[in-house]
């Protein structure tokens, strides 16, 4: 692992949110999107549990958050969206309070938050997902990210359907998305309610939990990323509002 800077910039991108049945192997999709990167307010992470922050003021590579103050400027924000569909005005990410409360109103928006201190090659993520809107609510773990190259992707929603892809970003800041994996499950808790979501990044191996159930285990050599930064994210499709409480965040070794 290693140190990294947070990366800000602006580039152009369309991020479409596709589940479906089935498994099937990477195929492209793109267009012309518009992508919008920035970090948040610095403030110091939560103590009870092992935070993103040290005592020295060196990030830790493997971390629980659990929302109690905003977040700390290891932290970097990415919004995809397409401009002529999407108002950026109507969606907030903010934590504090025990929480990270997304509010989404406004279609096919997404909205991913980097964790930019580390760059991980073996790694578990897991996140408590509390929704309080429709029921067609995306929430996503990111690993292996590198904002110039692109990102492997876990995505829920709570309607019952998951989808594991690769996005990669192309000439021109544009990208494409590469399905590796999707389905349904009835793991998830539809509706409102809280559901858990685990996936690691072992090797070449990408493995999805839905509270406490191993859903998809794969073999992934078609992009052969081998380390990069994690990240979680909310997006909406066509039914608003969006309404996700995330309650907690975990990084650890698998």
Request: charged residues 20%.
């Amino acid at each position: 692992m290693k140190s990294l800077r947070p990366l800000l910039f602006f580039v152009s991108m369309l991020l479409i949110v596709v589940l479906a049945g089935g498994c099937r192997s990477a195929q492209p999709e793109s267009t012309g999107p518009r992508a919008i990167e920035g970090g948040p307010t610095a403030t110091p992470p939560p103590t009870d549990t092992p935070a993103p922050q040290s005592q020295g003021g060196e990030a830790q590579a493997f971390f629980g958050e659990e929302f109690d103050n905003a977040l700390s400027g290891d932290w970097k924000e990415v919004l995809i969206y397409d401009e002529d569909i999407s108002d950026p005005e109507k969606a907030t990410a903010n934590a504090g309070n025990g929480k990270l409360s997304w509010n989404i109103d406004t279609k096919d928006f997404a909205h991913y938050l980097f964790y930019g201190a580390y760059s991980y090659d073996d790694v578990k993520l897991e996140v408590s997902a509390d929704n309080r809107g429709v029921n067609n609510t995306t929430v996503s773990l990111i690993c292996r990210a590198d904002p110039e190259v692109g990102w492997y992707q876990f995505s829920v929603t709570n309607s019952g359907l998951y989808e594991i892809r690769y996005i990669e970003k192309l000439a021109e800041g544009k990208f494409k998305k590469n399905h590796i994996a999707n389905g349904g499950s009835m793991a998830i808790k539809q509706g409102k309610g809280v559901n858990e979501y685990g996936a690691t990044c072992q090797g070449d191996r990408l493995t999805l939990y839905i509270n406490g159930e191993k859903v998809a285990s794969l073999q992934e050599t078609s992009f052969a990323v081998r380390e990069g930064q994690v990240g979680v994210g909310v997006a909406s499709t066509n039914s608003l509002p969006v309404s996700v409480d995330i309650d907690w965040f975990k990084v650890t070794a698998p």
